[in-house]
Structure formats: C-alpha cells, structure tokens
C-alpha cells in the first residue's frame, strides 16, 4: 500500500496567447533541417501556480515532502517532423532543488488538457503518469513507467525523458506534480496450488507469458504442468517420468522449451497443449534453458558428457543454441566447464550462466562466444539474474550475493543476506532486485543491492524459488511434492 500525499493542479483556463501559425512553423522545422528539435515554442503550462509559463522554462513548485521549499519543474517540448506535416510533442522533464526531506520519495508527473479531469496520455502509448523514484543512490524510474528514461543531474535533480512522447504540447494545459512515501513491500502468506501438481520429488523450473496469466512448471519424475490463471490452479498437460530440470516461455507463452537432465529438449508451440522431442538433443545433462520473448531463439546449458555424449569423456558441459523455435539445436560453446544456470535479456542478446565449479560466463553476442568473469574462478553456484538491456546482473557466488551495473564488466559483492538463496530477480529495468530463501523469506533492494528489505514469513523449506517481477510480483516455492505462492506489494 501507498501512503499517498497528492498536491492537486490548478484548474484554471491558460491566459490567452498567440500561437504562430502552422505554415510558419513548419517552415522554421524545414530550415532547422531537424526532425527532433527542442522549442520553447507550445502550449502554456499550469504547474500547481497560477502564472501560465511556457515549455523550457522553470517554474517554482511545491509538494507534500517539501513542506516550505520550493523545487523548480521544467518541462520539454520537441518538434518532431513528418512527410508533409509536423507536431510539437511534451517530452520530458527536469525537476530541480529536491529538499532532503524528500528523500525516498516519488514523484509523479501527469498532464492534463484545459477541459477535463482526466490526465493525458504522455508516453508509451497509453501511460498517463511518469513516476520517478529515490533509490538511495540517486534517480530511477518506477516500475510502471517503462519508457521513462531518467538520468540523476545531482542528489537533488533529475532530467526525466519519454522514450515515445505521446502527447501534442498544443493539448498539455496543466500539470501536476505528485509526491508519495512509498510503502514498505509486503509479502502475501504462502498458499499451497490445487492438488493437481504433485510431483515426487519437486517442482525443477516454473515460467511464465508476460502478463502473468499462462503459467507452466516442470515437476521431477512427473511431467509438466499449465495454470492459466496466474498458477493458483494447475494441470498436467505432459506426462513423463523424467528428470525435468528446466523450462521457458515466449512473451505469450504460445511457445514453450523444456528440458531433461539426463535427456532431451522438449518444445511446444500451442500454449503446452502438445510437446515434441528435439532429436538429436537425447542423452545429455541439460540443466537450464532461456527463450526469447518471440520465441525463435532458445539457449540450453548441459553439464557431463555434454552435447548427445559426443563429446567424449574430457568435456563436461556445452551451451547450445536454436534460432528456429527449437526445431534444431547448434553447439555453440564445448568445454570442461559444468554449465548451470541461465539467465539472458528477452531477445537473448545478453545472457549469463553460471557454472557449478567454474565461475560465471557472460556473453554479449547471442552466444556466439563466452567470457569468463574476472574473479569467479570458484563455485559459480546454481542461481542468477538479468534486467531487460542486459546492464544489471546479479549472482550467487562462493558464499555472496553479487550485483553487476556495467553489463557484467565487474561485479560487486552486496550485503544481502546470505543465509540460503535458491532463487533470485531482477525486474526489467534493474530498478528492484530480489533474493529469495529456503526459508520462505524474500530479501529486495531498490538502490542496486546498498540496503535490503527481508520480508515474508519463514518456517519453509523451499529446494527452488521463482519471482516474477510485473503488474501482480508473483513468487513461488517449491518444496517436495508441493508448489506455494505468494504475491509481493507495495514498495516504490
């Protein structure tokens, strides 16, 4: 829950003003040359004052968290041209003076027009509301607003750009500004699923579409499983007792990879209705398995005698890589390394993998070819995690936890605790980590690991643990023949 203060807009009518007219402006877009200009030439703004200023110019406001002192807001505007015409868009902000006592804080921005109530869609085709946050160690922007690029001028400034502005300037009459202490994150009381996902030993691997709804898991010696109702209810749509080790989605869950250890790939491309085996991918000790958000590209790590045990006896593990929806696999890394864990961006462009006595791998180019990361010559452990561009990494490894900001040039160990992690995440723009415990207990960092938040309740005894960061942050735990979930609120 958020404990929220809002500062309201003013709703007043903007003073009148000449605008130049369109033939005028158009021309001046064409001598420029420019398809992307910055202007202060728009619509008059109304930012909780009653002075009407225009856009590129700072006004002074005042929020809850500031009490007496003022902050100064300043809002952009931009030419964008097109064949035959063009339109001046709001497509950012920079708010400045931030008082300490609004550390921690959000702040959301919102633009309305002279005649309504409700506010504008501004970014990302339908986004109404920019927010940015504190994270201790400067500015981010919130977990709902993606396409919100945000750069920290300062401890007590920020420049705040839309990716894909979506709202014309001649519209934006008035905007407000919000602020909010956000709450602490809460952590729902584990609940067991419907009966129907009973597996002998575990539940290996769980994932999911990208809205959360289509949910499949892979059960040891069992088969796989689907919930179409965000995993509180379950069924077996694939039985084989087997030792399922991993699984993946597409960003619709339409297509889907699963995988053996000790056997083959499996592939689905009717939402887990029906599954096929891979050939010549049998035989092999598959441990994890990444896809990509499209479906088309998909990369499997194997330890042991590596890839269809053609390897021979002095190669341990293999990575390896399809580019056709899992019709066929392609070696593209063969060593002495005991290939474990994946995690990679959605268009698998950036992946890392941690090797059980190895260290930690990383790769920039598709997989095409593997660095070993300085300093992680020890045991890579079984567990890591990627945002969405592939900058921010974090892994467990030798007895840390260990975050990477520099797309895994260098990682730095945190303090989160380290009292058995079995799973971790990272949300899509590296803005919230998440350690998760045997335990039951999740630990979360908004400031890129510098402080944690233990939340949950204990008591279990989880073997595997999933988060999935987005509108509903879902977790599950896996221990024994059962699956638990749980549901993670509030915080910024």
Not at 203 to 215: E, F, L, M, N, P
Not at 319 to 337: C, D, E, P, R, W
Request: aromatic share 10%; with cysteine.
């Amino acid at each position: 829950m958020f404990d929220e203060y809002s500062d309201d807009p003013i709703w007043e009518e903007p003073r009148p003003r000449k605008r130049l007219p369109a033939f005028v402006a158009f021309g001046i877009a064409l001598v420029l040359g420019a398809s992307y200009l910055q202007t202060t030439l728009a619509a008059n703004i109304r930012i909780n004052s009653t002075d009407s200023v225009e856009f590129g110019q700072g006004i002074t406001v005042t929020t809850a968290c500031s009490g007496a002192s003022v902050l100064t807001l300043t809002p952009y505007s931009a030419f964008t041209n097109a064949s035959g015409s063009g339109a001046f868009y709001f497509t950012g902000f920079k708010l400045a003076n931030i008082p300490a006592g609004c550390s921690g804080f959000n702040f959301a921005i919102s633009a309305f027009d002279s005649t309504t109530s409700t506010p504008l869609a501004i970014f990302n085709t339908s986004n109404a509301s920019a927010v940015v946050y504190d994270n201790g160690s400067g500015f981010a922007a919130g977990s709902t607003s993606s396409g919100l690029t945000v750069v920290t001028n300062s401890s007590s400034s920020f420049t705040a750009t839309f990716t894909s502005p979506v709202a014309l300037a001649a519209t934006v009459a008035k905007i407000a500004i919000q602020s909010s202490n956000p709450a602490a994150f809460v952590q729902s009381s584990w609940t067991l699923t419907n009966g129907a996902l009973l597996a002998y030993l575990a539940v290996r691997g769980i994932a999911q579409s990208s809205d959360g709804t289509k949910v499949v898991a892979v059960a040891m010696g069992d088969g796989i499983y689907r919930s179409t109702d965000s995993g509180v209810s379950w069924s077996r749509v694939y039985a084989l007792n087997a030792s399922w080790s991993a699984v993946a989605s597409s960003s619709t869950g339409q297509y889907l990879v699963a995988v053996v250890h000790g056997g083959s790939i499996y592939t689905s491309s009717d939402y887990g209705s029906n599954w096929n085996i891979v050939s010549a991918t049998s035989n092999t000790t598959w441990n994890s398995v990444v896809m990509a958000s499209n479906g088309a590209t998909i990369l499997a790590t194997a330890d042991g005698n590596g890839f269809n045990g053609a390897n021979g006896s002095t190669v341990y593990g293999i990575i390896a890589k399809s580019t056709n929806y899992g019709s066929t696999f392609a070696t593209v890394s063969s060593s002495t390394q005991n290939y474990a864990a994946i995690s990679a961006t959605p268009d698998l462009s950036s992946a890392i993998v941690s090797a059980w006595t190895n260290g930690v791998f990383i790769t920039t180019n598709s997989g095409s070819s593997w660095t070993l990361v300085a300093g992680t010559t020890s045991n890579g452990n079984s567990i890591n995690a990627i945002s969405d561009d592939g900058q921010y990494m974090m892994v467990w490894q030798g007895s840390n936890v260990y975050i990477s900001s520099n797309s895994g040039a260098s990682f730095t160990a945190t303090t989160a605790p380290n009292n058995g992690p079995v799973g971790m995440a990272i949300n899509s723009n590296g803005t919230k980590l998440a350690v998760l415990y045997a335990s039951g207990l999740t630990a979360l960092s908004t400031n890129f690991g510098s402080t944690w938040q233990v939340i949950g309740s204990s008591g279990q005894s989880y073997r595997e643990a999933y988060l999935f960061f987005g509108s509903s942050n879902t977790v599950y735990g896996s221990s024994g023949p059962a699956l638990s979930r749980a549901v993670i609120t509030g915080g910024p």
